[in-house]
T-cell receptor, first 112, second 120 residues
Framework: AQSVTQPDIHITVSEGASLELRCNYS??????LFWYVQSPGQGLQLLLK??????LVQGIKGFEAEFKRSQSSFNLRKPSVHWSDAAEYFCAVDGSNYKLTFGKGTLLTVNP | GAVVSQHPSRVICKSGTSVKIECRSL??????MFWYRQFPKQSLMLMAT?????????EQGVEKDKFLINHASLTLSTLTVTSAHPEDSSFYIC????????????????FGAGTRLSVL
């Protein structure tokens, strides 16, 4: 069965600092990978996705993620964090049955 | 594009009553819709998968008689929480998977804004 691990429950960064959120997955084949963001009391917004091809994918709001097969990772990065980026971030994997398996999420706090 | 509307955003009901939550894909046809439940400060738990015109498939441990799902068209799925009890209080989120010829489009789930259910 597929699984996703987000090792960091809570990360705090200063505004303007760089950000990296970690995600590791477990799946037998090449998975479809996603990062979603959730603001309090809201649904999920898709930041970016990886299906195949270039392992560095660009998303919305200045985010990017890199798929590393050898490390089973799909870490999310942003070079300069804005206060509006404070939210919960979920990594997800879509296996062969179109069901998403989510990690437990990483809560991002941005200090002024 | 790819907007999913979920209604209501918040509902408060008395114990023993039933509550219906609607999930609509506004600008695309959804082959499949999914219903999730999210507990405070936790991840999303898939409850069921809903395909248009067929019975929903429930995840293990989810009571299908309590959580009735109807997927009447390619743009609408409903979740009815029957005989709600305080332990059913939670945040319910739907998502819709696009239907069409584009492979990438079919593998992306678009999410509604969620429904906060409080059962008194």
């Amino acid at each position: 069965a597929q699984s996703v691990t987000q090792p960091d429950i809570h990360i705090t960064v200063s505004e303007g600092a760089s950000l990296e959120l970690r995600c590791n997955y477990s799946y037998g084949a090449t998975p479809y990978l996603f990062w979603y963001v959730q603001s309090p009391g809201q649904g999920l917004q898709l930041l970016l996705k990886y299906f195949s091809g270039d392992t560095l994918v660009q998303g919305i709001k200045g985010f990017e993620a890199e798929f590393k097969r050898s490390q089973s990772s799909f870490n999310l990065r942003k070079p300069s964090v804005h206060w509006s980026d404070a939210a919960e971030y979920f990594c997800a994997v879509d296996g062969s049955n179109y069901k998403l398996t989510f990690g437990k999420g990483t809560l991002l706090t941005v200090n002024p | 594009g790819a907007v999913v509307s979920q209604h209501p955003s918040r509902v408060i009901c008395k114990s023993g009553t039933s509550v219906k939550i609607e999930c609509r894909s506004l600008d695309f046809q959804a082959t499949t819709m999914f219903w999730y439940r999210q507990f405070p400060k936790q991840s999303l738990m898939l409850m069921a998968t809903s395909n248009e015109g067929s019975k929903a498939t429930y995840e293990q441990g989810v009571e299908k008689d309590k959580f009735l799902i109807n997927h009447a068209s390619l743009t609408l799925s409903t979740l009815t929480v029957t005989s709600a009890h305080p332990e059913d209080s939670s945040f319910y989120i739907c998502s819709a998977r696009a239907f069409g010829s584009a492979p990438e489009g079919k593998n992306i789930q678009y999410f509604g804004a969620g429904t906060r259910l409080s059962v008194l």
